[in-house]
């Protein structure tokens, strides 16, 4: 009976550590309990200097600068291979449950853990977690930290694109006039009015037929903490129509839209969600002028780039 007992509790927490590693977001003590298991592997995003100073034990550096595209449109997947490699370095393989960590110190922030999250996924990744709050958060709750960089093993996985998960610019233009798909500007509202644009625009404005759904919204106010799963869908419920057969998240680069299609993918648990990661920089600089709402006047742009000019 005793060893049946002890067969059974340690299927029960087996079965528990499964459906543990299948949660999108993770709170600094549900990481603390699990961080020290082999399969775990924690991934810090943060700039090299703030990894070296402190960081959570048994984390590996991985700046978020290494998972995105060139300067002019950072919001373009590196090479496969490129990525690949990287995954490798890191140990993770299908059977690791990668989590995610950023500084935490606001929501803008966060987009860079989704953005890496969605990278991972679209590698063919599944067992993948966000610590919620980042950082900070694992700091406030006066959890431990230090300066030791763990040593691991390389691993050999080979990718298994999951295309499901990304738009590219033909795509969008394709589905542009359909009713059935939701396209969604996550940057905030005045960008979306055109009354501001990235560096990375040639143009002001947002992509024809868009709905704007601000990747602030998540978050509780004036923090990088994600709202509950009840909470996130009643703000995708009063945000935007019934849900489409598709939905594509955008904004400039791919980093705020990285922040709504987690939201809207993962947490309210929507179909067919998809990410158009070199968003508006692809989509303005593009050879052929591509539809878009919102665009001010020629004679607008001159005026607002001559107030720029005198400070």
């Known amino acids: 009976m005793k060893r049946f007992l002890l067969l059974f509790s340690a299927a029960a927490m087996m079965a528990g550590s499964a459906a543990y590693a299948a949660q999108p977001l993770l709170t600094p003590a549900e990481l603390n309990a699990v961080r020290s298991e082999p399969a775990v592997r924690i991934i810090d995003i943060r700039p090299p200097q703030d990894y070296a100073a402190n960081h959570i034990p048994g984390a590996l550096s991985a700046p978020y600068g290494q998972w995105r595209g060139p300067a002019d449109n950072p919001g373009l997947l590196p090479p ?3 990525l690949a490699d990287l995954v490798r ?3 993770v393989d299908q059977n690791t449950h990668a989590v ?3 500084s935490g110190a606001d929501a803008t922030d966060f987009g860079s853990s989704a953005r890496v999250y969605w990278t991972l996924k679209y590698l063919g990744l599944s067992e993948l977690s966000i610590l919620n709050g980042g950082v900070k958060a694992w700091a406030d709750a006066g959890l431990p930290q230090d300066q030791t960089v ?9 990718p298994v694109l999951n295309r499901s998960l990304i738009a590219t ?16 500007d996550a940057r905030p509202s005045n960008f979306f009015r055109g009354e501001v644009k990235a560096p990375t625009a ?5 992509i024809h037929n ?35 057969d598709e939905t594509i998240s955008f904004c400039n680069t791919g980093h705020w839209a990285a922040t709504d299609w987690f939201a809207l993918s993962e947490v309210v ?9 070199a968003s508006l920089a692809d989509w303005t600089q593009s050879q052929e002028a591509l539809p878009m709402d919102n665009v001010p006047s020629r004679g607008q742009q001159i005026w607002k780039s001559l107030k720029d000019l005198a400070g």
């Open 80 to 82: 496969v291979e490129k």
């Open 89 to 91: 370095k890191l140990g």
């Open 100 to 102: 995610v960590v950023s």
């Open 150 to 158: 763990p040593t691991i093993a390389a691993s050999t996985y080979t």
């Open 169 to 184: 610019q033909e795509q969008v233009l394709a589905q542009i006039d359909n009713p059935k798909v939701h396209l969604v």
């Open 202 to 206: 040639k143009i002001p404005g947002t």
């Open 210 to 244: 868009a709905l704007n759904l601000e990747h602030s919204k998540w978050f509780k106010p004036g923090t990088s903490i994600f709202v509950s799963a009840e909470e996130a869908k009643t703000i995708a419920s009063q945000s935007l129509p019934e849900p489409a």
């Open 269 to 277: 648990g929507q179909k067919n969600v998809m990410l158009y990661p």
